[in-house]
C-alpha cells in the first residue's frame, strides 16, 4: 500500500488514523456485529453515535445553547436554495458575490425573493476579498450572505462584513473546523463536510433557534425546512448515516490534536510554508491579494499554460496528486486542508524549488 499526497479540493484528504479506525470497524462494529453501513439509524448504537457526534462538535465550536446542529444532505448546493426558503421572511436578501460558489447561492435566491449583490470581486477574477465594513444593506434583508472561505480562488474572509444588524449567513464548506470561530457572530453558518471533515454526502448546518421558522415560504418541501430537521434530531428520514459516523471520528482526532486553536496554529504555519515560497520564488506566483489569502487552498500559476501542465503532470509522478486549478481557472492549485501533514507541504515546495531549477 502506498499513500499519496492528495491536494485535491474536495473530496479530499482525511486523517489516516480516521481511515485505519473505520477500516477495523468495518466488520463487527464494537461488538454489534455488523458495520455502522448495515445498522438501523434507529438503533441503540446508531444514536450513541450520531449523539456523540454532535456533542463532539459542539465542544470544538464552542455552539452555544440556542444554536441547532442538523446533519442533512444535499451537499452545500441544496443549501443555496434551503436558505431562501427557511430564511427569507421578507423575501429580501443581501449577497456577497466573491466567487462561484457565491454566486450560485445568489443565483439560486433570486428564483425565491429579491437577492441583491451589495459587494462583488469579479472585477479582478475574485482574486481578493472587497471591502465590507459599510455595504449598502438593505433595510428589510431578513439575511446577509457570504462563502467564508473561497475554494475555487482561494480567498477568505480574514474579518466577517459588516452586517449592520442583520444575521450572517455563511457557506464554510472549505474552512470548517480550520481555525477558531465564534459562532454567535452567524445566524446560520453550514457546510459540505467533504472539503475537510469526512465523506461526501453530509452537510452540516449550525443555526440559531429563533430562524428555524414554522412560516417558510409556501411550498417549500418537508424535507428541505430546517424544521424538519431540527424537530427530529436529524433523523425525520434515513440520514447519511455511515457520513456522520465518519465525521464523528474526524471531530474526535480533531478534539485529541487540541481542538481549533491549535488545529488553526498548525494550519497558519503550514501554509507559510507554501505562501513564503511562493513569494521568493521567480516562476511560481500566487494569484491572491496577499491579506485575503486562504490557509486552506491555495492557487498558484508559473505564468505559462504549458509549464503550469508540465507542472502537473511531473508533480503527480512524483507522488503529489490532485494539484490542477479548477476548470474555470486553471494554473494550480493545492488545497491542504486539516488532514494534509506539514511533511505534504514542505515536501511539495521541495518539488516545486527542483522544478523552478529545471526549468528556469
Ligand atoms: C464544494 C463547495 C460547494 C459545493 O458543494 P456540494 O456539496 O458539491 O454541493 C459549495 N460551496 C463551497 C464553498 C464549496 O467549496
Not at 484528504?13 to 473505520?22: F, I, K, Q, T
Not at 477574477?125 to 444593506?137: G, R
Not at 491555495?298 to 503532470?313: C, H, N, R
Request: aromatic share 10%; glycine share 8%.
Amino acid at each position: 500500500m502506498s499513500r499519496v499526497y492528495n491536494f485535491s479540493a474536495g473530496p479530499a484528504v482525511l486523517p489516516e488514523s480516521v481511515l485505519r479506525e473505520a477500516a477495523d470497524e468495518m466488520l463487527d462494529y464494537r461488538g454489534t456485529g455488523m458495520s455502522v453501513m448495515e445498522m438501523s439509524h434507529r438503533s441503540k448504537a446508531y444514536q450513541a453515535i450520531i449523539d456523540q457526534a454532535e456533542a463532539d462538535l459542539r465542544k470544538l465550536m464552542g455552539i452555544p445553547e440556542n444554536y441547532k446542529v442538523l446533519f442533512m444532505q444535499g451537499g452545500a448546493s441544496q443549501q443555496f436554495a434551503m436558505v431562501p426558503m427557511n430564511l427569507m421572511k421578507n423575501k429580501v436578501a443581501d449577497y456577497i458575490i466573491t466567487g462561484q460558489w457565491a454566486k450560485k447561492a445568489w443565483q439560486e435566491a433570486k428564483l425565491y425573493g429579491q437577492a441583491n449583490a451589495v459587494a462583488s470581486s469579479a472585477d479582478k477574477t475574485f482574486s481578493y476579498i472587497p471591502d465590507c465594513s459599510d455595504l449598502p444593506i438593505s433595510e428589510d434583508a431578513d439575511y446577509v450572505y457570504i462563502c467564508e472561505n473561497n475554494t475555487i480562488y482561494g480567498t477568505k474572509f480574514h474579518r466577517l462584513p459588516n452586517t449592520k444588524g442583520k444575521d450572517l449567513v455563511a457557506d464554510v464548506s472549505s474552512c470548517f473546523l480550520s481555525e477558531p470561530v465564534d459562532v454567535a457572530k452567524y445566524g446560520m453558518l453550514y457546510g459540505g463536510v467533504q472539503k475537510n471533515i469526512g465523506p461526501a454526502g453530509v452537510v452540516i448546518a449550525v443555526i440559531r433557534e429563533d430562524l428555524i421558522r414554522e412560516d417558510v415560504l409556501p411550498g417549500t418541501p418537508t424535507m428541505l425546512r430546517y424544521k424538519t430537521h431540527a424537530d427530529n434530531g436529524s433523523m425525520y428520514n434515513t440520514p447519511p448515516a455511515y457520513g456522520i459516523y465518519i465525521c464523528g471520528k474526524v471531530f474526535k482526532w480533531l478534539l485529541d490534536m487540541g481542538g481549533l486553536e491549535v488545529m488553526g496554529q498548525i494550519n497558519e504555519k503550514k501554509a507559510a510554508v507554501l505562501y513564503d515560497f511562493l513569494d521568493s520564488s521567480t516562476l511560481f506566483r500566487g494569484t491572491v491579494v496577499k491579506q485575503d489569502r486562504s490557509l486552506m487552498n491555495v492557487p498558484f500559476v508559473t505564468g505559462s499554460t504549458e509549464l503550469d501542465a508540465k507542472f502537473v503532470a511531473e508533480a503527480a509522478e512524483a507522488g503529489f496528486v490532485n494539484l490542477k486549478g479548477h476548470r474555470t481557472v486553471g494554473g494550480m492549485r493545492a488545497s491542504i486542508y486539516n488532514a494534509m501533514p506539514i511533511e505534504g507541504v514542505e515536501k511539495l515546495v521541495q518539488f516545486m524549488e527542483k522544478f523552478e531549477k529545471e526549468n528556469r
